[in-house]
């Protein structure tokens, strides 16, 4: 690598955005929250919004993510759970289509309706949900499904000459609903109804559910299938713009939106997608992976799993951790480096309200040159949702975005 070779660096705070809070005086997490290297971003740099969601798709992390690498999601969106396929190491025939198969807490009311618990079954750690997911194998066998083992409650499911075409919930989307409309799709396909109503019965009774139960955990109680489709086809960052890079995450999604972007997904020990990941085994993985490439993509998922369980304390914690964690340390280590871009942001909101995504354009910030920038902050200066308000600098789509942050023309 030349020693002037240009670095690139993007930051991905998952799902920071939010609307005003009445528990937080009409401000935002982001408002209120202590975040002194974003706000030194922003005094040093350009800030402005993108709209990483198109007006007609959903505004899933999937389609979010796809639009910051600088993929047009209407050309080239497939589904969510064939990038997780692609991390996994799994290759996609032409008549195969991978599921997310989330394990999920399903709880009766005292009506008898069932209802959406928990879509993470209470975060459960990835060792348990591999002794779950193992014991679910009987469940596929003799069937054209396959069924691939993740991290924490993200697995995959495969189903050989399937249908893609089928309307799933994200099961995030619905905490606290009645699940039985959503589940009607799964009834219509006798495969999938035979699956989902063997793994119910597998997980009824499983050592894993009885241990959590008593240590006053939640069970994963049910499967849940969503975010379905066939492989995509994506050209290479480096067929495209001569880049080549990582990709780090915790997400299966992430790492494999990676693979398929050309970028080489770097597993760090510890890193669980959760406030207790290992940060700083992210940022030194970022700042070695550069010593080699020219882009880092560095995600944190922790503050989007907050917004879905709606805490607005676990949020702020994240944010925080995110700026003094993330953030900082890249600012730091990334001096070493000759010349440096960096563009921070969220892929979209997160609203604790909702607790889901939804389609708003995102600030973000971009620093074209870290060297020579040590603008001094005034008090007063934060990096918030209403801080890209009055700026000129409006974009249309993410593609813009990746275009204008490497310096390239759309």
């Known amino acids: 690598m030349a020693a002037m070779e240009r670095k690139y660096i993007l930051l991905v705070g998952d799902g920071m955005g939010d609307y005003?809070?009445?528990?937080?005086?009409?401000?935002?997490?982001?408002?209120?929250?202590?975040?002194?290297?974003?706000?030194?971003?922003?005094?040093?740099?350009?800030?402005?919004?993108?709209?990483?969601?198109?007006?007609?798709?959903?505004?899933?992390?999937?389609?979010?993510?796809?639009?910051?690498?600088?993929?047009?999601?209407?050309?080239?969106?497939?589904?969510?759970?064939?990038?997780?396929?692609?991390?996994?190491?799994?290759?996609?025939?032409?008549?195969?289509?991978?599921?997310?198969?989330?394990?999920?807490?399903?709880?009766?009311?005292?009506?008898?309706?069932?209802?959406?618990?928990?879509?993470?079954?209470?975060?459960?750690?990835?060792?348990?949900?591999?002794?779950?997911?193992?014991?679910?194998?009987?469940?596929?066998?003799?069937?054209?499904?396959?069924?691939?083992?993740?991290?924490?409650?993200?697995?995959?499911?495969?189903?050989?000459?399937?249908?893609?075409?089928?309307?799933?919930?994200?099961?995030?989307?619905?905490?606290?609903?009645?699940?039985?409309?959503?589940c009607e799709v799964y009834r219509k396909e006798p495969v999938l109804a035979s699956f989902v109503e063997r793994a119910s019965e597998i997980l009824a009774d499983h050592p894993v559910n009885r241990e959590r139960v008593a240590a006053g955990k939640k069970p994963a109680s049910h499967v849940w299938l969503w975010g379905q489709g066939k492989a995509p086809s994506l050209p290479t960052l480096e067929e495209r713009f001569g880049l080549r890079g990582a990709m780090i995450s915790a997400v299966d999604l992430l790492k494999g939106l990676g693979v398929y972007a050309g970028l080489k997904p770097i597993e760090v020990p510890g890193a669980t997608g959760y406030l207790d990941t290992n940060y700083e085994g992210k940022v030194a993985a970022a700042i070695a992976s550069l010593e080699c490439s020219q882009f880092v993509y560095v995600h944190i998922e922790a503050p989007d799993e907050a917004s879905h369980e709606g805490s607005i304390p676990k949020k702020i914690q994240a944010i925080e951790d995110f700026d003094a964690k993330v953030v900082g340390p890249v600012l730091e280590r990334a001096r070493m480096f000759s010349r440096v871009s960096i563009l921070t942001l969220m892929d979209h909101f997160t609203p604790i309200c909702k607790r889901t995504h939804v389609k708003d354009p995102v600030p973000f910030l971009l620093l074209e040159e870290l060297h020579g920038a040590a603008k001094t902050c005034p008090p007063s200066t934060k990096f918030c949702e209403k801080a890209a308000d009055g700026s000129s600098c409006d974009l249309k789509d993410g593609v813009e975005l990746f275009h204008r942050f490497i310096g390239t023309s759309s």
């Open 20 to 182: 005003p809070l009445h528990e937080l005086g009409g401000k935002t997490p982001l408002e209120v929250a202590r975040t002194p290297h974003m706000d030194w971003l922003l005094c040093n740099g350009r800030t402005g919004r993108v709209r990483t969601i198109p007006e007609s798709m959903e505004p899933g992390s999937d389609v979010a993510n796809m639009s910051l690498l600088g993929y047009d999601p209407m050309k080239y969106h497939t589904g969510r759970a064939p990038l997780e396929a692609a991390s996994m190491g799994i290759r996609l025939a032409e008549d195969e289509i991978a599921f997310r198969c989330n394990l999920v807490t399903l709880l009766r009311d005292a009506e008898g309706v069932m209802r959406m618990g928990d879509y993470s079954a209470g975060h459960i750690s990835t060792q348990e949900a591999q002794r779950l997911v193992l014991s679910l194998q009987d469940a596929v066998k003799g069937t054209p499904l396959k069924l691939y083992p993740g991290v924490s409650y993200r697995h995959l499911l495969v189903w050989k000459g399937g249908r893609g075409d089928l309307s799933t919930t994200p099961p995030h989307d619905i905490p606290g609903e009645p699940v039985a409309l959503h």
